[in-house]
Each structure stands twice: as structure tokens, then as C-alpha cells.
């Protein structure tokens, strides 16, 4: 059997759907290993998008791309809000997309992004994201239990020139982009300022027409100044900033009046050097980040699911007229690593990290008059969502590569200690004493590559992560708007992952294939107990989270084998099926993992002259999930609908794109999403459909919707780039 007939087989008779798609990559990595290196050298799975691709789509945020590409699932509480799962781990951590409780790390140049919230990070000014896939502590420290998100911002020299793009879109939507970038002498440059406005969306069929309270505005800015001093060494500024502002948030529980403004600020010094030989290279990261997140969450008059069981007769009278929470983040950290080829095929990183942060918290709730829900444990005088505190962590990793047998044979080792200390500050209207507590790690890595011939890759990786528990977690007690109490456990251990991946990757004459089967498990997850007859929670470890799935992707330019000239006509298939995705809870007992469906599907058409048009025509899928009883309210299910489980129904999402240079200057972009206009949502039972079946009673007109959550139904877009 000759080496194609080999080829497509194996991709014909592996698994399309996927929960997780990835795409095939021909270019230089940095994510793996921290420094440059070939994707056919890197033994986890990882996939990369560049810039074209990201804006192909006219996504509103990051979590929009995902959703679009089908490369996770994604959790949406409003358009400043979202989180996903990768590989079984989750952003969600405790409730807000925070990257203290995240399983997933999220970088911006490989540096803590700051926050897990996908839902605020725009991708006007990123050169190319790479998602690793599987746990990779022994880099990037906790957080790296399921998978890194990487986001690579442009420069001076990514980009030259200047740009102008204009984009308009159903619901109200409008962005304006400037990009401009060069090079003068020593010197270059990079500069991105954007702005977008939205109204209201509307949902697909069958559903009520607008979602209300999903309206947002959109601001970005990225200035970087890089300079050569000599032909090895080089210094990079860059300042970042990025948020969502007056954006509405809907939540589980419909509302009409809630909204957030939600942003971050970054700045950081890149030194890069080596010697004259190449023979040592080092790099030096110096960073401060500032991540804020202001929450106007009313409720007035009366709702929830506390005062529907403690007291029903409540519900509609006075409630909340101000209930303001303020987090704030502040960040410093240098990241420091030395790479050296001691001998002939060997690379020894060493690196270092330090990071000091801390978190401000406020709060301000104001009453109606009449108000009584303090009667029911709801008082007006609350502690903040979580408590102040201060994280400080050093870190020493050390990480060995050789290859063999004609460098076709590659190995690589890694190892990290991290000690990380926590402390507990005094917070506003909460009785925490000031404490601490340290904790200490070992985490480690291997990986192997081997190259089989010119067209054919095997891989195989195996590794562990961790999740420090946070302070809040440890220390401080907090309440929920509608009067849940959170109570600490200092008892508890952090999170640890234990991941492998075995694969191959392919490309011969058009025909690119990728497959990987892998295994993540989670142990001592931390998750929250609700004590019964009662609205208090604490926070505790429970057992572990197991997935095994089969992930993979093909696609083949069958004009390859043409004279067509440089048309291509690329059909691809990719996706994730999990095979197992069990989770053990509080009581020991195992079920399959809720929120996560067994597998979707990424399915498209791309025709192409590259330089000149492009066109694509894809499907997104899902099977469906399912959700526990328990978590119903979540969901916004009647009280007496409350059983073992409920279905998520799945979906199939059609969309198309395309763009035209026009002329070397000009080039117009269009596109739909969501052709079909379905009505569906990958994360709520409710949908917004205004069927009463759907509806809590706990929920009223005026302040809550009434109604479920949709997606954005059939959306158009369109625009154009100036370049010059």
C-alpha cells in the first residue's frame, strides 16, 4: 500500500466530530517550548490562526472566533462575558472568567493575559493565536491544566504600512480599525486603535426576535516600539489595552438591567539576545498588567431563586436598586529563560519566573424603600464577590531536548518548582483576618517526536499541571446578589492534572491530515457544596474529572493535481469526539461530565486565488449535552422540572465569508453567519422563545426578560480594508 493510499484511509476512517477542532500548521511554534522550533518537533497537539483567518469571520470578541470555528465549547452570559472547556477543563472557575480559578491559561506573548474571560479580549491587534492542547504547568506554572491559549500580538515587523477598515453588520454593529506599522532604521513600530458600537442582537427562528440587554461597546489599543541594538539583541515595548463597556448581561437569570464594563491594561519590556555563534540565547520579559471588571447588577423589585424557596410571597416587592462590585487586578511579573545547544542536537532551557499580584475588591448595594429581604437572609450590606488579597510566585523550570538517529528521532524532558504564597487582606464589609499560606509544587513533562519520512510525523506526550487554590477560595467568605453565601475551606488542596497525547501529523502534494488520541484527567477538583436546607456553599475538593477522545482534522486542494494555476478548492473535515467523560462528585458518585457534549463538527469549502479573492463555506456542529438537575436554576427551569438530568439540544450552524483585493490598495470583505437562522444556544436550556414552559417563577417582567437565551441569529456582514 503506497504512502497517499495510507494517508487518506487513516483520515477517512477517523472521527469527524468535535468538540475541539484544529487546524494543520506548516510554521514556526513558540507556545511548546518557548522558543521557535518546527510544529513537526512539537509532540502536543496545537493549532494555530493567523490574522486573516481570525477577522474572515467578523468575530465580536475571542470567544466568537471559537464559537464560529467550532474549537470549543463556549459558555456566553452576555457579549462581555464568555467562558469554554478544552480537553475537559474549564475558564469558568468561579462563575466570571477569572484567571485565578482558570484550568486554562491564557497568555498574550506568552505572558499571563490577566483574565480567562474570552468574552473582553478583541483580536484586531493578534498576528496569530496557538492553542496548545493538554496540560503544560512545567512553562507556564498554574492555570495550564487542560491547555494554553496564546495570543501573539503584531509589531514593526509583522506589519508595514498603514490600514483602514470599516466594518458594518446586522444588529446595529460597527467597527472602525486603524493599523499602522514600519520600520526606520534601528527603530519599528506598531499602532492599532478600534472602536465598535452594537445594539440589541436578534435570535434565528421560531424565537421572539431581539435578546434583550445584549448591547456593548468595544474599545482597543495596542502601541509597540521595538529597537535592534546590534545584530543579536533587541528590546520590544508594548503597551495593551482592551475592553468592553455598557455591555448587557443577560446571565442565567434573563435580566433586562444588568450590564458590566469590563478591561485591561498591560504594558511589558522584551530583551532578547544571544551570542555571535547562536549557541546561547536568552530572553527576559518584564510585564505589569491591570485587569478591572465593574459589575451594575439591580434587582428591583425582588427575584431569585433564595427568596422564591424561603419566602415566595416576597417576589415583585421592593428589592436592589444599586448593587455595584468592583474587582481589580494589578500584576507584575518577569519571566526569564536561558537556552543553550551544549552539544550537537541539544537544547537546555532554563527559566525563571516571578509574580507578585493583587486583587482590590468593593462593593455598594442600595435598597428600596420598604425593602425586606434581609428577613431571608438577604441583607443589603454585602461583602464584595471575592476577597482582597495578594499572590506571590517563584518559579524554576528547566527543560532538555535531544534528537537522534539523523535528528529524525526528537526527545524533550521538562520539570518545574513553583512555591506560591497567598495571603488574605482585610476586605470592605467582610470579617476575613488577614492570613496566609504557601504552597509548593512539582509538575513535569516528556515528549517525543519522530519523523518517518518527508511527508509523515509521529508524536507522543505525557504531563501534569496544577490550579492553586485562590484566596477567596481559602480565606473569605462571599455572597451572591440573590443571598448565597460562599464559605472558605483552608483545608483544601490544589487542583492536578495528569494529561497524554499520541498522534501524527501528514502533508503530501495538497493533502494535510492531523490525529490525536488523548487522555486528561483532573484530580482534586475544586467545586462548590451546597449545605442542605440551607443557602450556604463551601468550596471543596472533589475526586476527579476524567476525558479520552479522539481528535483530528483533513483536507486536500484537489486542484492540486489541475492545471488550474494558483486556484485552490480545499474541502476540510475536522473535530473531537470524546470516547469517555466521566466525573466523580462530592458524594463519590460517577456520572458523565455535564455541560460537555461528546463531540461537533467543522466542515467547510474553501476556494481560493490566493492574493486576489477567497471564498469559504462551513458548518459548525454539536451534539447535544446534558446538564444535572441541581444545577437547573442555572438555567431557568421551573422549580417542579427540577430532575436527574436535562438535554441540551445540539446544533449545525451554516456560515460563509469571502474577500476581494480589488486593487493592490483596496480589498472588500462580506460574509453571513448563521445563514440558516437557527434559534439555539450551545450552553442554556431556556432559549429565548417566550415559552412559559421555559420560565423560573422567580423571574419577573421588568427586571428579567422572561425568557431564555439565544445566540445571534442570521447575522451580515460587510467591508473593506485601505492600505497604503
Known amino acids: 500500500m503506497n504512502s497517499r493510499v495510507f494517508v487518506l484511509l487513516f483520515a477517512f476512517f477517523a472521527p469527524l466530530n ?26 502536543q497537539t496545537i493549532l494555530t490562526y493567523d490574522a486573516k483567518e481570525l477577522a474572515a ?11 464560529n470555528r467550532g474549537l470549543a465549547q463556549i459558555q456566553e452570559f452576555g457579549p462581555g462575558h464568555s467562558t469554554l472547556f478544552l480537553r475537559g477543563s474549564t475558564t469558568i472557575g468561579t462563575g466570571h472568567g477569572w484567571s485565578d480559578s482558570s484550568e486554562i491559561s491564557v497568555l498574550i506573548n506568552g505572558r499571563p493575559a490577566g483574565t480567562a474571560n474570552f468574552g473582553k479580549i478583541s483580536t484586531h491587534d493578534v498576528e ?44 446595529d454593529r460597527y467597527t472602525q480599525i486603524i493599523q499602522s506599522g514600519g520600520k526606520r532604521g534601528s527603530f519599528d513600530y506598531y499602532l492599532e486603535l478600534s472602536h465598535t458600537t452594537a445594539g440589541d442582537y436578534d435570535t434565528g427562528r421560531s424565537s421572539t426576535g431581539s435578546q434583550p440587554n445584549t ?32 455591555a448587557g448581561h443577560p446571565g442565567p437569570t434573563y435580566s433586562l438591567t444588568d450590564e458590566d464594563d469590563r478591561y485591561n491594561a498591560s504594558a ?43 419566602s415566595p410571597g416576597l417576589i415583585g416587592s421592593p428589592g ?7 474587582r481589580r487586578l494589578t500584576e507584575w511579573g518577569n519571566r526569564s529563560a536561558l537556552h543553550a545547544d551544549l552539544i550537537s542536537g541539544n537544547t537546555l532551557t532554563v527559566g525563571i519566573d516571578l509574580r507578585l499580584s493583587e486583587t482590590a475588591n468593593r462593593r455598594e448595594r442600595t435598597a428600596a424603600p420598604l425593602y425586606q429581604g434581609a428577613l431571608i437572609g438577604v441583607p443589603v450590606v454585602m461583602p464584595p464577590l471575592a476577597i482582597n488579597s495578594r499572590t506571590t510566585s517563584t518559579a524554576i523550570y528547566l527543560q532538555d531536548s535531544q534528537t537522534f538517529l539523523g535528528d529524525r528521532l526528537k526527545l524533550t524532558l521538562g520539570t518545574r518548582y513553583d512555591r506560591t504564597r497567598e495571603q488574605a487582606l482585610r476586605t470592605q464589609n ?21 519523523q518517518v519520512n518527508d511527508w509523515l510525523t509521529l508524536r507522543a506526550n505525557a504531563g501534569t499541571g496544577f490550579l492553586a487554590a485562590n484566596a477567596s477560595q481559602l480565606f473569605g467568605t462571599i455572597r451572591t446578589a440573590n443571598g448565597f453565601s460562599y464559605i472558605p475551606n483552608p483545608d483544601l488542596k490544589d487542583e492536578k492534572s495528569f494529561g497524554w497525547d499520541v498522534g501524527f501529523r501528514a502533508a503530501h502534494r495538497g493533502l494535510t491530515a492531523d490525529f490525536s488520541l488523548y487522555e486528561n484527567t483532573i484530580r482534586d477538583y475544586i467545586t462548590a457544596f451546597l449545605y442542605p436546607t440551607s ?9 476527579e474529572r476524567v476525558v479520552r477522545g479522539i481528535q483530528g482534522e483533513i483536507s486536500q486542494d484537489l486542484f492540486e493535481y489541475l492545471p488550474t494555476g494558483s486556484l485552490t478548492f480545499t474541502p476540510y473535515f475536522g473535530g473531537n469526539w470524546f470516547l469517555s467523560k466521566k466525573s466523580e462528585d462530592l458524594t463519590g458518585q460517577t456520572a458523565d461530565q455535564y455541560y460537555l457534549a461528546d463531540g461537533s463538527l467543522n466542515a467547510g469549502l474553501r476556494v481560493a486565488k490566493p492574493g486576489k479573492w477567497s471564498t469559504d463555506l462551513y458548518v459548525t456542529a454539536s451534539s447535544p449535552s446534558e446538564i444535572n438537575g441541581g444545577f437547573l436554576q442555572n438555567y431557568n427551569v421551573p422549580i417542579a422540572q427540577i430532575q436527574d438530568t436535562q438535554t441540551v439540544p445540539g446544533y449545525a450552524i451554516l456560515n460563509f465569508s469571502a474577500s476581494w483585493q480589488t486593487t493592490e490598495n483596496l480589498t472588500l470583505f462580506c460574509g453571513v453567519n448563521n445563514i440558516l437562522d437557527k434559534n439555539y444556544s450551545p450552553y442554556f436550556l431556556a432559549k429565548n422563545n417566550g415559552s412559559t414552559t421555559d420560565v423560573a417563577p422567580w423571574l419577573l417582567p421588568g427586571t428579567a426578560s422572561g425568557e431564555g437565551i439565544s445566540s445571534p441569529g442570521r447575522e451580515f456582514f460587510g467591508g473593506l480594508t485601505f492600505r497604503f
Open 18 to 43: 468535535a468538540a475541539e477542532t484544529f487546524h494543520i500548521i506548516d510554521e514556526l511554534i513558540v507556545t511548546a517550548s518557548g522558543i521557535k522550533e518546527p510544529a513537526d518537533e512539537v509532540s
Open 57 to 67: 469571520s467578523a468575530p465580536r470578541h475571542l470567544a466568537d472566533f471559537f464559537q
Open 128 to 171: 496569530r493565536i496557538e492553542i496548545l492542547y493538554g496540560p503544560n504547568s512545567v512553562l507556564y506554572g498554574s492555570s495550564a491544566l487542560g491547555g494554553v491559549v496564546n495570543l501573539i500580538t503584531k509589531n514593526g515587523c509583522s506589519f508595514e504600512g498603514t490600514e483602514l477598515t470599516a466594518l458594518f453588520s446586522s444588529f
Open 215 to 246: 448591547a456593548y461597546d468595544q474599545r482597543a489599543a495596542n502601541f509597540s516600539l521595538g529597537y535592534q541594538l546590534r545584530d543579536n539583541h533587541r528590546l520590544d515595548f508594548t503597551f495593551r489595552h482592551d475592553g468592553i463597556y455598557h
Open 268 to 310: 511589558e519590556i522584551l530583551y532578547t539576545g544571544s551570542t555571535h555563534d547562536d549557541r546561547y540565547r536568552w530572553t527576559n520579559r518584564f510585564y505589569w498588567l491591570r485587569d478591572t471588571e465593574q459589575f451594575h447588577r439591580s434587582q428591583d423589585p425582588l427575584l431569585g431563586l433564595l427568596p422564591a424557596i424561603a
Open 320 to 326: 436592589i436598586t444599586r448593587d455595584y462590585n468592583e
Open 430 to 450: 467582610s470579617s476575613v483576618d488577614p492570613s496566609s499560606e504557601s504552597r509548593e509544587i512539582f509538575v513535569h513533562q516528556i515528549g517525543a517526536t519522530y
Open 535 to 543: 443557602a450556604t456553599l463551601q468550596w471543596r475538593n472533589a475526586d
